[in-house]
């Protein structure tokens, strides 16, 4: 295939032409800068008068007007090239091409591009396919000339006017800092657009799934097993949806872990902050946030080759019988990855007592245990819960460790010694290998996804209210 | 002794070398019994030394002030007297304080319940987040005070009551205590330092945080408490001092420079150091 796709290399390669653009604009910018800094210093001392904004600003001013524009016109270029390109290909495909279904349709398209890029194609090779894989690279290479062209134009046009602009009186420093703001605002935008993003994307593909499925049967439906029957006599394939154990089975793992990592995490927060000798704590509070920074798949191996087994033959031992993977497992290893959550979170809420509590409950004749109890504890007590409802929607979220220890099978039970499966672990599963994007099976993980999404959110939006009512009540 | 006038780091130092911290047997005769007593107290933080070898008595029932520049060791030997210190790393102490005649420092005495005994007001007020009446109610429930509600109760309204708060707070015993003015949560601390029952009530700079009205408020408050309580107060403000004390000690430098009635302190300093601080020469 290599060598029949050799006539069509002459195109060109997107990733070089955008370095290369990239890089003449950058450069081009960089003279600009440059050049405007200078001329503005030469025109503030020949003409012996003070600049309005200093050398930096008529320098910047040159570099962003040369830029800026080159930017967005090569950006909307591309947009609106492709779309250009989208309908040119396909009025001029073969008829019955073009009468085809949608998937039919597209496909062609896909593999025509494909082809014109020198991959291989999911289609037969035939000359329809070659003629519109070369008008397609025609196309293409079109669209990149004009757009570089345009670009490079606009910044040099830029780059020209600016600079004949530039003079001692010129107010160079506003417009650099409104552009510079709208960077600043653009780049945070884009996290949000992105939040935004998958969000609706997960939403859109749930309403998918929820119009194969109804949504009271996978709220309240008590059987999970989404493998769709391939043919009508497989054992097992019934594909139902019932999301039920999956919900019961994290929130187990999640209540052990919880178990584990609120009381540990706390009382080593307590003696941390307000017992531990300043340069003991020192030392200890990284030590403990390392824990932190194991990887959760190392957490994983962990649980369900060490933590596993010793609790099976420790079951054993005493007449237990405890799964090989078991709720058990998992969740008290994920509670001590959480400990250093909770007691980083909560030593925080205890530090942010102001010491004046602790003069005044000891100025009154309390010992330490009771001003701890009594006083200090108290005033932190907002922010250890909000730190313990952070790690609860840590624990949900958790996916390696549940993975490798909890279980695959979907099993409703209330025994922690069981294998109980989690919401994480299933959106794992149904979602590893090759996929059809339109079963059932795989929409599935994005109403779970969802599902997560909501629980995950309203936690943290419950634990950032709480902090700000303490906030209000310390003032 | 150096007449100091414009006073700089240097010269405070070689003042510091020969000012004369006041020996057992210059300290001025007392109308009546001592309640506290420190002989040759000396404090170090880590191996700097904050007081140099302090002799005083503290009479009961009266006011005392401490009065001097900043960082002389005002508030440090004050901390001294209710263990304060204790909770300071680095701290170490020497010499003997004494409370109706028992060493505080001595082992069998428990600092929880010395600081039962002598109470402290703060230089900033500070009410634990709790309500009116938990604050106030904080002490006596952790010495088991009162047996019942009723007797709570009562603690309660009488600390408040002496305190001058009550008719301001009492249609309000349950809201925060944070939400109170400044003057009244200072008022509130001092309610809630007298419902222990203390003998001696320690005040570092009980106004420093307050406007005038507020302040002359806990200074009558203060004339008031003298009948049933020892005060110490540290104050940074001299009319103060000379307002609401009956004797005055001025400290330089980790020293105690001069030790009086606050009237003859004021009017007829025996030391040129006190007499430069208090027309306001330096400090």
């Known amino acids: ?39 503005a210093t030469v025109l503030a001392d020949t003409q012996s008068a003070a600049l309005h904004s200093r050398p930096v600003y008529h320098g910047w001013y040159v570099a962003l007007a040369c830029g800026l524009p080159a930017v967005v016109i090569w950006i909307t270029a591309l947009v609106v090239g492709d779309q250009l390109i989208e309908s040119t290909m396909i009025a001029s495909l073969p008829q019955d091409i073009r009468d085809a279904s949608g998937p039919v349709l597209n496909r062609f398209l896909a593999d025509a591009e494909t082809l014109a890029g020198g991959g291989q194609p999911t289609i037969e090779i035939t000359p329809e396919l070659e003629a519109a894989a070369r008008r397609f690279g025609n196309l293409r290479t079109l669209e990149h000339w004009i757009g570089f062209a345009g670009a490079l134009g606009l910044g040099l046009i ?58 009271f049967e996978f709220l309240f439906g008590l059987q999970w097993s989404p493998q769709i029957a391939l043919r009508s006599d497989q054992v097992g394939s019934s594909g139902a949806f019932g999301a039920v154990p999956l919900f019961v089975g994290t929130l187990m793992v999640t209540f052990i872990a919880m178990l584990v990592a609120a009381p540990i995490g706390l009382m080593s927060a307590v003696y941390l902050a307000e017992y531990a000798h300043p340069r003991f704590r020192a030392g200890a509070k990284p030590m403990l946030e390392i824990l932190a920074g194991v990887p959760t798949v190392v957490y994983g191996f962990f649980a369900a080759l060490v933590v596993a087994p010793a609790l099976r033959d420790a079951g054993a031992s005493i007449g237990l019988s405890v799964a090989s993977e078991s709720a058990v497992a998992a969740g008290s290893v994920m509670g001590i990855m959480i400990i250093p959550f909770v007691s980083s979170l909560a030593d925080d809420a205890l530090a942010a007592v102001p010491n004046s509590l602790r003069d005044a409950s000891l100025g009154l004749g309390a010992t330490q245990q009771e001003t701890i109890t009594r006083v200090v504890l108290p005033a932190a007590l907002p922010g250890i819960v909000a730190g313990l ?87 | 002794m150096v007449a100091v006038t414009e006073i700089t780091a240097s010269e405070r130092d070689a003042s510091h070398a020969d000012a004369v911290t006041i020996p057992v047997d210059r300290l001025p005769e007392l109308g009546g019994p001592v309640k506290m007593q420190t002989r040759d107290l000396k404090l170090w933080y880590s191996d700097k030394q904050a007081l140099a070898g302090i002799n ?213 300093p025996g030391e040129s150091m006190t007499r430069d601080y208090i027309t306001g020469r330096f400090g």
Request: hydrophobic share 50%; proline share 3%; charged share 20%.
């Open chain 2, 56 to 268: 005083l008595d503290v009479p009961e029932r009266q006011v005392t002030a401490f009065i001097g520049p900043s960082g002389c060791g005002k508030t440090t030997f004050l901390k001294c007297l209710n263990r304060m210190n204790d909770t300071i790393e680095g701290v170490r102490i020497e010499g003997d304080v004494t409370l109706d005649g028992t060493d505080v420092y001595d082992r069998s005495v428990d600092p929880v319940q010395l600081r039962a005994r002598v109470g402290m007001v703060f230089q900033k007020p500070n009410p634990f987040p709790k309500s009116i009446y938990d604050n106030v109610a904080y002490g006596p429930r952790i010495h088991g005070l009162a047996t019942n509600r009723g007797d709570l109760d009562a603690i309660v309204e009488s600390s408040l009551q002496r305190a001058g708060l009550w008719n301001e707070v009492k249609d309000r015993l349950g809201e925060m205590a944070t939400g109170m003015s400044g003057g009244q949560q200072q008022r509130l601390c001092i309610a809630r330092t007298i419902a222990v029952s203390p003998e001696v009530i320690l005040m570092d700079e009980p106004c420093s945080a307050l406007d005038p009205i507020s302040t002359a408020r806990v200074e009558e408050l203060i004339d008031e408490l003298r009948d049933n309580y020892t005060i110490v107060i540290v104050t940074h403000n001299l009319q103060q001092a000379a307002r609401v004390s009956q004797l005055t000690a001025f400290f330089h430098l980790g020293r105690l420079i001069e030790v009086n009635d606050t009237a003859e302190v004021f009017q007829n």
């Open chain 1, 158 to 215: 830029g780059f020209g006017l600016a600079y004949r602009r530039l003079s001692v009186a010129l107010r160079a420093r506003q417009p650099v800092e409104r552009a510079l703001m709208v960077v600043l605002l653009l780049a945070a935008a884009l996290s949000i657009l992105t939040t935004v993003g998958i969000v609706f994307s997960v939403l859109f593909e749930s309403i998918r799934f929820f119009s194969q499925v109804p949504i």
């Open chain 1, 389 to 475: 409802l952070l790690a609860v929607s840590r624990a949900i979220g958790e996916t390696m460790i549940v993975v490798m220890a909890a279980g695959l099978a979907a099993n409703l039970t209330a025994n922690p010694l069981e294998a109980v499966t989690t919401v994480t672990v299933q959106i794992v599963t149904l979602l590893v290998g090759d996929q059809e994007f339109d079963s059932a099976k795989t929409l599935a993980a994005f109403a779970l996804g969802l599902v997560l999404f909501i629980i995950t959110l309203g936690l943290n939006v419950v634990a950032l209210r709480v902090v700000q009512k303490y906030r209000e009540k310390v003032d």
């Open chain 1, 1 to 39: 295939m290599k060598a029949g796709s050799g006539s069509f290399f002459w195109n060109v390669d997107i990733a070089v032409s955008l370095t290369f653009f990239t890089i003449l604009l950058l450069g081009l910018a960089c003279i600009g800068f440059f050049m405007g800094r200078r001329r």
